[in-house]
Nanobody, 118 residues
Framework: QVEFVESGGGLVQPGGSLRLSCEVHGNHRNFRGWYRQAPGNEREMVATMTGSSSISSTNYADSVKGRFTISVDDSKNTFYLHMNNLKPEDTALYHC???????????WGQGTQVTVAS
């Protein structure tokens, strides 16, 4: 069983920054990621990381490349999504995920809301 403690969402003005945190409890493999879902839209991958804090590979959605960064602190069982230069279109419910099953995330956090508005 995997449990998550997500935090860091909120309301921010366009151009602002936020850092989302996901503390993970329970055994899981070295796949971590962030997905988001805006009202009326399907869930989409935002950023993923495979590996540890010392050696890892990352993948980003084209819409967030250069603005978002995924990182992990293995000593705290926590990974992060650093979001800079936020845009209104980044408004969504953000979920952290770990592990894959048949190519899809297996375990999902409950989500933290990010709203970008003036």
């Amino acid at each position: 069983q995997v449990e998550f403690v997500e935090s860091g969402g909120g309301l921010v003005q366009p151009g602002g920054s936020l850092r989302l945190s996901c503390e993970v409890h329970g055994n899981h493999r070295n796949f971590r990621g962030w997905y988001r879902q805006a009202p009326g839209n399907e869930r989409e991958m935002v950023a993923t990381m495979t590996g540890s804090s010392s050696i890892s590979s990352t993948n980003y959605a084209d819409s967030v490349k250069g603005r978002f960064t995924i990182s992990v602190d293995d000593s705290k069982n926590t990974f992060y999504l650093h979001m800079n230069n936020l845009k209104p279109e980044d408004t969504a419910l953000y979920h952290c995920v770990v592990d894959l099953w048949n190519g899809r995330p297996l375990y999902w956090g409950q989500g933290t809301q990010v709203t970008v508005a003036s």
